[in-house]
């Protein structure tokens, strides 16, 4: 017969601690990126290199053709143009400052995640920046408290956007769609390289909407049916895209609502004087690495009727 004794004096993970190692994973658990699309939905100017902070984009009026009568002179159209004014004035930055005890000591991931991040930080400004510039569609205000002064709700796509109470914001429906798509064609722009911007909460309705996943409406079949794969393409012949950044905006009560953007590429331009870099100066007085990444560029609303933002509720 075994003997039988308390095993109070077990070798176990903590008693032991002094003697089991620990170890730290090569790899970097970073927090999410949000999704950002906004720079690559607008037109794009290529300034790297030149030198000056302003670039002038004329404007020229487009002329009306005339009757032509018998035996007389042709009607001579007046020259009237007026010219853009793009400001290159916003240079944003991202430093650390590595001391050697912590480069000699860190793994080689916590400078590839410094890079990363660097990138990452920079596009997020450019990206807040186009997405800000929404409020102005249609002539509407930046001005805190009547910010989107021109924008409309989601829901119809004409009624405006007030921000008084809790605001009348309300979600993206087939008809609101319809409504904004046809301002833009009502002001002539261009059909091509137009986008729709929506929060997640706008795609999760979206999806529930018949018109937009049934393949009895859109024609896809099998595994290509959004209802089947989640992905929204196209609606009305404009893609679709989701992101994370759409800005938000409080009604006076601080409901919050989101601002979907519906644009075409010409109604944003971004301008690029230096793009994202990144440089290392050692600091003796530190006895540190000192890690700068930058990035120099300028954005405008060249044409306000281009675009027309949707307020729907972040919920």
């Given amino acids: 017969m075994s003997a039988t004794f308390a095993a ?3 070798v176990g993970r903590v008693s032991a601690g002094n003697f089991v190692p620990e170890l730290w994973s090569e790899e970097v658990l970073a927090a999410y990126k949000a999704n950002l699309v906004m720079p690559q939905l607008v037109t794009s100017l290529d ?12 404007r020229p009026t487009r002329g009306s053709a005339s009757a032509k009568a018998t035996a ?3 009607t001579l159209i007046a020259e009237s143009n007026t010219a853009f004014d793009l400001t290159i004035a916003t240079h944003f930055e991202y430093s650390r400052l590595i001391e050697d005890i912590a480069k000699i000591q860190a793994m080689d991931s916590m400078r590839s995640f410094y890079t990363d991040d660097a990138g990452y930080a920079l596009a997020t400004e450019v990206d807040d920046d186009v997405h800000e510039l929404g409020a102005q569609f249609g002539g509407g205000s930046t001005t805190a408290g009547t910010a989107y002064s021109k924008a409309v709700i989601g829901g119809d796509g004409t009624t405006l956007w007030s921000q008084a109470g809790s605001g009348n914001g309300t979600a993206l429906t087939d008809a609101g769609i319809r409504r904004a798509i046809q301002s833009l064609d009502d002001a002539n722009v261009p059909s091509r390289s137009r986008a729709l911007v929506v929060p997640p909460v706008e795609k999760r309705r979206l999806m529930g909407i018949a018109r937009f996943t049934e393949q009895a ?5 099998a595994g290509s049916n959004t209802i089947r794969n989640g992905l929204i393409g196209d609606i009305y012949g404009v893609p679709v895209y989701v992101s994370t950044n759409v800005a938000t905006v409080e009604a ?3 409901t919050a609502y989101r601002a979907c953007l519906l644009l075409q590429k010409d109604a944003i331009v971004l301008a690029e004087q230096l793009s994202p870099r990144s440089q290392t100066q050692y600091k003796q007085e530190f006895l ?6 930058d990035q120099i560029y300028g954005l405008g609303l060249m044409r306000p009727e281009a675009g027309v933002a949707l307020m729907v509720p972040n919920a």
């Fill in 47 to 58: 300034f790297h290199g030149q030198k000056g902070d302003t670039i002038h984009i004329p």
């Fill in 252 to 254: 006076n009560d601080s």
């Fill in 288 to 293: 540190a690495d000192l890690f700068t990444a």
């Fill in 217 to 221: 409406f859109v024609g896809e079949v």
């Fill in 72 to 74: 007389t002179a042709v």
């Fill in 8 to 10: 109070t004096n077990a």
